[in-house]
């Protein structure tokens, strides 16, 4: 059965549709699954306006003949424009079944991209891009059947310059990584996914959906629950918020081994002024935080190395980011989670021999070169861990564009290692309650705020 989950490359795609052409099914019939299917969103949201269908040369095409032939039997006034004939057999035929009229533009209402799906191979010509840019101005709505025309759906890369912002997209069977990555992601409006019967992939990328976390169990204690250490550095403020969120993430118990704190700090936070590596050395400590706020200094350089000689379950972000390097992995058994923005992933990459590939391509690498779980942060958050698995965040509110909201990721990031979940969960987790406590922040947040409401995003896990 179809999970609504799965992110497909197109290569896993074509090998999902095979396996059900392998099992009996024709292109023909998947085709007219996904039109109809398709055809139902459309009737939905042109409410009686009029639609015009946009077909191209391949299957996409195909889809928008049967789109085209479902809507005209629901009474909907269509018009296809379609700049060529249909090249393969299925759209052919579809062609064929369809009754309705053609024209050379359209009418208003809601426009349909049919012109090209996952297989678009180069990029669109110029006359391509007028006529759909053309028709997205002369209708109201812009409809884009699986992905739209003129994206690279394995990336996520527009093709061509000039192209149309998507009002809906509608993917058929699974979704492409394309849906999910910036800059394609910011043009793709609305998301719906039509089922088309094509099964799970094993080991196939997934999009983040709420995990399902449980409450202490009823002989717990703060211990069991977990201990965070959290090492503050020069800018105290930093490893402050991260506790914050640690706090609210699962743990037990959070420990911030520092030499003072902030007046405004929480009481429910535990300072620690004594050498780092007793710290580290006693054995309650479940998970250990560095980075924020670490500074860049020998003192620094020495703690990094302190936490990581001590393998424990360990996140680093910030400066311990910058810091890092390919000998501090060695010989490590205990996850290691790294949150990296931009930025930082550019470092990493640098002190890491990592210089080539897209942005899925550079992180999975990370995650085997640092055997880490690499969280590549960004509005397409993406998850890589070291045997492969890899995971994207759905759009966030663009509120987290706050100072110290990295910060609490990391906090709730070392929360949920300290509270037991696996590198990878711990990181998925971690994504997905940072976003959700974004959501119930509304707009215009601080970063304390924030993390202030990782408690109640944990409660809509439970
Ligand atoms: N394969 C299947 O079983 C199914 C496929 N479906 C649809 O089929 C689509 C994929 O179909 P296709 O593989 O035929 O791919 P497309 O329909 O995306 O187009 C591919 C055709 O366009 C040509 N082409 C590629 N880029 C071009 C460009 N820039 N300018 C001009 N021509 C270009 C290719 O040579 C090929 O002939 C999916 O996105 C989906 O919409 C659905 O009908 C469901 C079933
Ligand atoms: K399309």
């Known amino acids: 059965m179809t999970r609504s989950d799965q992110i497909f490359t197109v290569a896993q795609m074509r090998a999902a549709e095979q396996a059900l ?22 009737w939905r949201i042109a409410h009686g306006r009029s639609v015009t269908v946009l077909c191209g040369p391949g299957n996409n095409g195909g889809d928008g003949y049967v789109i085209a032939q479902e809507l005209a039997r629901r009474g909907t006034h269509v018009v296809v424009v379609a700049p060529s004939e249909p090249a393969t057999d299925a759209a052919r035929a579809a062609r064929e079944r369809y009754r309705g009229t ?9 426009l349909v991209d049919c012109l090209f799906g996952s297989g678009l191979t180069r990029p669109l010509s110029p006359e391509l891009v007028a006529l759909l840019s053309r028709e997205a101005v002369r209708h109201s709505a812009l409809l884009a059947v699986d992905v739209p025309s ?46 088309i019967g094509v099964e799970p992939i094993a080991g196939a990328a997934t999009l983040l959906t709420r995990p399902h976390l449980s409450a202490p169990a009823i002989d717990a204690h703060k211990y069991t629950r977990g201990l965070v250490l959290v090492i503050g550095g020069v800018m105290p403020g930093a490893a402050q918020l991260a506790s914050e969120a640690a706090l ?18 929480t009481p429910d936070l535990v300072l620690k002024r004594g050498p780092l590596v007793d710290l580290l050395a006693d054995e309650r400590t479940t998970a250990v935080l560095a980075g924020p706020g670490l500074g860049l200094d020998e003192t620094a350089r020495v703690k990094l190395g302190e936490v990581l000689a001590a393998d424990r379950p360990t996140v680093l972000d910030a400066d311990a980011l910058t810091l890092l390097r390919p000998r501090h992995c060695e010989s ?16 990493l990459c640098e002190s890491f021999g990592i ?7 550079r992180a999975t690498k990370l995650a085997q070169a640092a055997q880490a779980v690499v969280v590549a942060k ?68 601080t970063a304390s705020g924030l993390a202030r409401n990782v408690s109640e995003a944990y409660a809509a896990t439970l």
């Open 355 to 361: 210089d080539e590939g897209n942005r899925i391509d």
């Open 21 to 42: 052409i392998d099992r009996g099914e024709s292109v023909g019939s998947l085709m007219e699954r996904a039109g109809k299917g398709v055809a139902d969103w459309i």
């Open 332 to 347: 490590r058994s205990a996850a290691l989670i790294l949150t990296p923005h931009l930025g930082e992933m550019a470092r």
């Open 378 to 445: 960004g509005p397409d958050t993406l998850i890589a861990a070291p045997d492969g698995r890899l995971a994207l965040a759905p759009p966030a509110t663009s509120w987290l564009s706050v100072a110290g909201s990295g910060d609490v990721l990391s906090g709730i990031a070392v929360s949920r290692l300290a509270a037991g979940a696996d590198g990878f969960t711990a990181a998925c987790e971690a994504v997905w309650l940072h976003g959700e406590a974004a959501r119930l922040a509304g707009p215009a947040f």
């Open 248 to 265: 609210r993430g699962g743990a037990g118990c959070v420990r911030l081994a520092a030499q003072g704190l902030h007046p405004s700090a």
């Open 102 to 110: 053609f024209d050379t533009a359209g009418n208003g209402g809601v």
């Open 150 to 195: 003129g994206i690279d759906s394995d990336t996520g890369r527009p093709l061509n310059e000039g192209l149309p912002a998507n009002d809906v997209t509608v993917a058929l069977g699974a979704w492409k990584f394309a849906h999910w990555l910036m800059p394609a992601m910011a043009a793709m409006g609305q998301r719906r996914l039509v089922p």
